[in-house]
């Protein structure tokens, strides 16, 4: 689907959720080859399977369904009277094409911040205005704490005892509330789903080199005291089918789940996180389903206990060539590499979202942590012969401070190697829904 008609939907996505008569649509959708069965079985498995939920993800999944979708499903709703549905996107349509601008989402772009403006502003208490907030640049000392620098211990208050180290304060039984304890062993089940080989159909290519990445994460997690398993070359259906076999196990004597996705990554609309992962069939798997399906409704016993989720796949197709900044940063691009991109855009815009029928009383996707490869928009590099840039430095990371810093300690040091890399620049970056620090087991 191109970025007019993606727009279009995004825009009349609430007035869509609100009076789609998705039971009408079913056959239609099948007999104009729009969706597949398993993919309608899906949709109808939604959230809670109203009709609200199914519409809200048959709207999320159009985005996926090629450069004609659009335009069928509009077919789709008039051949089942949905006349003023129907009429409401082509019109939206119809406008997009003749003015493109007006749907446009603006491009934000970098700025460089020199030292003049990075001091920090102090004013006269007694010349601030009541009501009104006031912006402070912050420095070197403000944004460089000292729980990123290897060494000094990271103070915690504990009343009146004093200060101690959250790491050793948090595993004890009584100050769980700090970090989450990880005494199981193994701690849990990690789960590397490795697609490097892709039907011809796909379009997709071969993703030489991934198998070195899986090695190193098989080899990582064991060490972090994980079961793992691999499972290489699934379709779309066999990705779900593992993720939801491994959420049904009853994980009560474990304290933590691991999940690797290292595939060919395409764009997909979201609530929560964005982005999909290719089978190898060619069918995409959003990346908000399979970490719903280790929510707190689908997966009780994982519930209170931290879901860790690590996408190596491509944020889109744009090769970010980076900006000058002061401090000179080395070439880390492996000698006779060569590196390619898990292509395929999920850059996703703001938009018009739809609100949920009701809101949860307590926080269904908490505890959960999703570590991506790239920004979104963003080529993911991979080298062919020593592996993807981002799992070769989360490994080495793990490797060299998983003993004394937390996870997402681990992930700033990741992002910030990783930046340095090659002519083509790549940052990594995390949704967190954890509620506490996290210490892998390390001994």
């Not at 997009?96 to 403006?117: C, F, K, S, T, Y």
């Not at 071969?206 to 994460?217: I, N």
């Not at 020593?386 to 401070?401: A, H, M, N, P, R």
Request: with cysteine.
């Amino acid at each position: 689907m191109d970025e007019a008609d993606r727009q279009v939907l995004r825009r009349c996505r609430v007035q869509l959720v609100r009076e789609l008569q998705v039971a009408n649509l079913w056959d239609a959708l099948l007999t104009c080859e729009l969706f597949k069965p398993d993919m309608i079985e899906d949709i109808q498995r939604a959230g809670s399977g109203s009709r609200r939920d199914q519409a809200r993800q048959l709207v999320i999944d159009l985005e996926t369904r090629g450069s004609q979708a659009l335009p069928l499903f509009i077919s789709c709703l008039e051949d089942t009277g949905q006349q003023s549905l129907a009429s409401l996107l082509r019109a939206s349509r119809q406008a997009a094409r003749q003015n493109p601008e007006a749907i446009r989402p603006q491009d934000l772009r970098p700025v460089v911040v020199g030292p003049e403006e990075l001091r920090v502003v102090k004013q006269d208490p007694s010349k601030l205005t009541p009501g009104r907030l006031t912006p402070v640049a912050l420095g070197p000392e403000e944004l460089y704490p000292q729980v990123l620098r290897p060494g000094v211990p990271r103070p915690v208050d504990i009343g009146a005892g004093g200060f101690s180290d959250i790491r050793a304060h948090g595993r004890r039984r009584g100050n769980a509330d700090l970090a989450y304890v990880l005494n199981a062993d193994p701690c849990g089940h990690c789960l590397i789903i490795n697609n490097v080989n892709f039907c011809l159909k796909s379009g997709l290519s071969t993703r030489k080199g991934s198998h070195v990445d899986c090695e190193k994460l098989q080899r990582c997690f064991r060490l972090l005291h994980f079961a793992v398993e691999v499972e290489s070359d699934l379709t779309a259906k066999q990705m779900v089918q593992a993720l939801m076999e491994l959420a049904q196990r009853d994980h009560g004597a474990l304290d933590c789940c691991v999940v690797v996705i290292l595939s060919h990554g395409c764009q997909a609309s979201h609530l929560q996180f964005p982005g999909a992962v290719y089978g190898t069939d060619g069918s995409p798997v959003p990346v908000e389903r399979i970490v719903n399906i280790f929510n707190g409704t689908g997966c009780p016993s994982l519930g209170g206990k931290p879901k860790l989720f690590f996408i190596q796949a491509c944020g889109g197709g744009q090769k970010d060539h980076g900006f000058e900044v002061v401090s000179a940063s080395r070439e880390d691009r492996a000698p006779d590499g060569n590196p390619e991109p898990d292509a395929f855009p999920f850059q996703d815009h703001p938009g018009s979202y739809d609100q949920p029928d009701a809101v949860s009383s307590l926080p269904t996707p908490s505890d959960i942590f999703v570590s991506y490869s790239t920004f979104p928009g963003f080529v993911s590099w991979r080298d062919t012969k020593s592996g993807s840039w981002y799992i070769e430095t989360l490994v080495g990371v793990l490797d060299q401070w998983a003993h004394s810093e937390d996870l997402q300690s681990l992930l700033l040091r990741v992002a910030n190697a990783v930046s340095e890399k090659g002519i083509y620049k790549q940052i990594p970056g995390c949704f967190n829904f954890l509620r506490k620090k996290l210490f892998f087991k390390t001994s």
